[in-house]
């Protein structure tokens, strides 16, 4: 037997389906997530957001912007956020300032979006902590400050965002804002890499072929890149057709079944990761 009834979250109504019986997955809605059930993930989600919870605000924001269990709508996602940042949500504040950063729901507002990425930094939000080191690192919508981009990095790295952690790697490699240092630069790809990033797969097969820190290894350069180019990652595709045609026949063999347990590693397990 099932309840429908109409709710006001934020401003926004919510038709909302409620079990008055047996609730699957225990009313939790990471295990429905899980099980890719949307709408009953969606269901829970709204129950707790009735009750204040301004995570699952950010949820029910976060599945609005990526159409799951609902049609795309980033001025409703947009609504859902900015009501869990005004609760002090450093989750709410980092998505909203990527929907300014790329102009879903809004015009494109770079001041904006880095005033809501330092908010959530200061929160010691990994998101607005990579976000905002990203525009210090560039310097296109502000002055370019490699310091503080290491500093945000390191912050947001320690954390496990993987992004974080390849652009700090980069910044190791080109001594940027930090002294130069090969191995720190080969950890944090190492680390990003084995989160699935396809960035930090792409540099890991750069040292193997290049032999940076590392022993050359045609192969494992092989093995990595593939990866990346699974993932369809900005010149993986061609890297991997470099280093193989350096492969003999067996050793493709052996580089291609490397890369088939790796990805079971490294790649499938994070694939609805969300780091923005």
């Known amino acids: 037997m099932w309840l429908i009834g109409t709710f006001l979250i934020g401003g926004v109504a919510i038709v909302s389906t409620i079990a008055m019986r047996t609730v699957p997955y225990g009313g939790d809605p990471a295990a429905a997530f899980a099980a890719k059930d949307y709408d009953a993930a969606l269901e829970f989600w709204q129950i707790q957001a009735l009750d204040g919870d301004a995570q699952a605000l950010v949820q029910i924001g976060w599945m609005h912007e990526n159409a799951l269990g609902v049609f795309e709508d980033f001025s409703k996602a947009s609504e859902f956020y900015h009501r869990a940042a005004e609760m002090g949500q450093p989750d709410g504040y980092a998505k909203l300032g990527a929907l300014y950063e790329q102009g879903l729901g809004f015009y494109k507002d770079m001041d904006e979006a880095m005033r809501l990425y330092g908010l959530a930094a200061d929160l010691d939000n990994a998101q607005g902590q990579a976000k905002l080191g990203a525009f210090y690192e560039s ?57 699935g990033n396809a960035g930090g797969q792409l540099s890991m097969g750069k040292l193997f072929e290049n032999g940076v820190t590392v022993p050359r290894d045609f192969i494992q350069a092989y093995a990595w890149y593939r990866l990346a180019a699974v993932q369809n990652y900005v010149g993986a595709a061609r890297s991997l057709s470099t280093v193989e045609e350096k492969l003999s026949p067996p050793e493709l063999e052996q580089a291609k079944t490397l890369s088939l347990e790796m990805w079971e590693l490294y790649v499938a397990p994070f694939q609805k990761g969300d780091e923005g």
């Open 139 to 195: 310097g296109r919508y502000n002055q370019r400050d490699y310091d503080e981009a290491a500093r945000l990095y390191k912050l947001a790295a320690a954390q496990g965002h993987s992004g974080a952690q390849v652009r700090l790697g980069s910044l190791y490699l080109a001594g940027r804002g930090v002294e130069r240092n090969n191995r720190e630069a080969a950890k944090w790809y190492l680390k990003a890499a084995q989160r």
